[in-house]
């Protein structure tokens, strides 16, 4: 069974940094293409950020050059380096699996957390 | 970029009632068009994929139709469990419509 298990979201001034983590049981991580998506408190969702199972990466124009997605593959575990935060970076951050072929929807989801950034 | 938009924003209905959300992206996405359901507290549903595919184990009352830049879904007979927000991505680049929220009239 597929599961996807976010952690490391909190509460953390601007400017600051955080890890998120989201941690897979039931596939190999390394093998998929790997999101995330975050959604501010009553906002819609948006996409964060993917990894390949080649290990390309890509972001939205939101985050580029402060967020940075990676995986380590002996913990299965997708993370999410969150740097020089802001205001608007608050939000549910998920974590989404695309099982299917190369072009594939996000068919697993993890729970959310939440991060808030807030002096 | 590819921008998406939806139809109507908020829409209210009864149970029961035949129920449609448009969405439209800004240039030709071919079907890669997804739709999620989402209620509040929780993690979005993939509901259609392939702009038309049902998601093993969602109802048949869900079909998706369109191709494209104009895409449909429609639920055939609405039920208590479907008052939700509706999403739709092009998953291709995975950018993600703004959301149709259904509620009880």
């Known amino acids: 069974e597929v599961q996807l298990v976010e952690s490391g979201g909190g509460l953390i001034q601007p400017g600051g940094s955080l890890r998120l983590s989201c941690a897979a049981s039931g596939f190999t991580v390394s093998s998929n293409y790997m999101s995330w998506v975050r959604q501010a408190p009553g906002k819609g969702l948006e996409w964060v950020s993917v990894i390949y199972s080649g290990g390309s990466t890509y972001y939205a124009d939101s985050v580029k050059g402060r967020f940075t997605i990676s995986r380590d593959n002996s913990k299965n575990t997708l993370y999410l380096q969150m740097n020089s935060l802001r205001a608007e970076d608050t939000a549910v951050y998920y974590c989404a699996l695309a099982s299917g072929s190369l072009v594939s929807p996000f068919d697993y989801w993890g729970q959310g957390t939440l991060v808030t950034v807030s002096s | 970029d590819i921008q998406m938009t939806q139809s109507p924003s908020t829409l209210s209905a009864s149970v029961g009632d035949r129920v449609t959300i448009t969405c439209r992206a800004s240039q030709s996405i071919s079907s890669w068009l997804a739709w999620y359901q989402q209620k509040p507290g929780k993690a979005p549903k993939l509901l259609i994929y392939?702009?038309?595919s049902l998601e093993s184990g969602v109802p048949s009352r869900f079909s998706g139709s369109g191709s494209g830049t104009e895409f449909t879904l429609t639920i055939s007979s609405l039920q208590p469990d479907d008052f939700a927000t509706y999403y739709c991505q092009q998953y291709n680049s995975y950018v993600f419509g703004p959301g149709t929220k259904v509620d009880i009239k």
């Open positions: 392939k702009a038309s």
